[in-house]
């Protein structure tokens, strides 16, 4: 019997078992599907590079459907870190209005003002650590490329944004910071700082923190409507059971709901129809899925030796507020250094990613069978408000290719067409046909009050309907925040791990 059993060791479960494990009176089982590796010198390659994402060696091989009828790769890290461990290192904070909004939704704990001290704990900032919104000695360092480090087209970049009056933005994490400067990374050098380096390697010597690779979480234990454990699969195909005073569900947005829908725990009538006992009616298990669509140029340059796939994938970043919205910053242009193939021809991208969406897609199970993966049905471009604003950025975004020292390293716009007329009816064909996943989906396991039936955990992250039973991912944002979400996820487990330290008989602890 653990006191403490976190399922998944991603961006927020690493960080819930290291603060959890901080009390050496509770013990703390760590569980992941994928592999844990102890120690820095036999980490594989695609974890320790950060400069591009790593796609294949510890991945999930889920598919998505970002608009209707496209089938595409949607990764997720699968290993101690999680998608902490593969993904980009883009180290950015929300806007205070989102976490705002999530406190008018009913959770007052999630106020900028609440949130702040958790995102300055996370953090290790060298470059403005003594700035009373940034912290200096956290698990996660944070710098920017300095101009002398930029790659040729990140610095064109820049000057193109300058000449089309954006302002220069030397913080892209300032609360009231806006446009052009390099982006925050979570990266030394090489070095990807995941949650499995920050957090994980420094608890490992505890006696109370056992963590434990290669083991598949199949379902919740529940009995009398009390979570008592978790049933596992190891690797050699051998089922246990193992139990726990509390369980945190940590398997992210996308595998969060169908190991609670796996257990009896979801929208009544899908469990039903694949021959799930239903536990818990919770229509809000699985919907609610909110992301970023993106959708870029992409450019053939001049000279081909400026794209090398072995260098940094992004430097620079413009956040920006779309002509006529009333959300702040509600959109980024990013500079993509790279983009195809080796022995294709050498093409940058830009991209336009909508950072405040109101549309929302949902999870599906695609059957009661733990090891098939879930329908992830994104309806992105669905709601008007949401493809009018990415058809004004995509023209930003177009502006970028023919303005100032960026325009002059492009040979040739290979997307969109430029032989071709486009209105705005056109592009909004564009959006709803390819708008991708920015990466970051969120909120198919909402947080909010009990009388919001969508909600199924409760600020502190408890089920409403489930002792014993924590839910704390990205899954419980109540909706995307304005920016990537790995620093928010981090923050979410710092918060929620800890409550559980400071708070233990909230938690049955
Ligand atoms: C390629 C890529 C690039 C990205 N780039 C960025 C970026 O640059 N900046 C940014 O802010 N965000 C980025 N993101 C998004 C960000 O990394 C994630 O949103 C964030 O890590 C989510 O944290 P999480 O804790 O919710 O889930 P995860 O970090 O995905 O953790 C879930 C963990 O649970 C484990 N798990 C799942 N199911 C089970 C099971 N049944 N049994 C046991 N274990 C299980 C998984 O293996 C995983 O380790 C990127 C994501 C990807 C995939």
Redesign the pocket.
Known sequence: MYDIVV?????????IASRGSEDPNKTVLL????PDYSDIEKTPFDLLNSHQ???KD???GFKYEPTRGRDID???????????????????RGMPEDYDEWADLGNCQWSWDKVLPAFKRLERDLDFGDENYHGDAGPITIRRYPDEELLPQHQAFLESARLLDYPECIDANDPSGWGAGPQP??KLGRLRIS?AVGYLAPARIRPNLTIRGN????RLLLKDHQCTGVE?ENADGTIDTIAAKLVVL???????P??LMRSGIGPQKQLESFGIEVIQDEPGVGSNLCDHPAISVVCQVKDGAIINFDSPL?QTILRYTTQGSDKRNDMQIEQLSYVGGHGGPPLFAIAACLEYQYGRGEIRLRSAD?FDNPIVDCRFCEDDRDTSRLVKAFRDTLAFSQTGPLADMIEVVTFPDPKRPLTDDDIAVLCRKLAAS?????GTVKMGPRQDRQAVVDQFGCSHRIDNLVV????IMPFVPR????????M??EKIGEWIRTQPSRYGL
């Open positions: 399922v998944g060791a991603g961006s927020t479960g690493s960080v569980l992941e599907a994928g994402n790593s796609m510890h991945d999930w949607f990764p997720r890290g699968r290993v101690t870190g999680g998608s902490s461990a593969v993904n980009t290192t883009i180290a950015l990374m979570n949650c083991t598949f979480v199949r596992v940590s398997a992210g947005s996308l595998m969060s169908p190991i992004i733990p920015g990466y970051h989906p969120c704390a991912d990205a899954s920016a990537n979400i790995n620093l928010t996820s981090i979410i487990g």
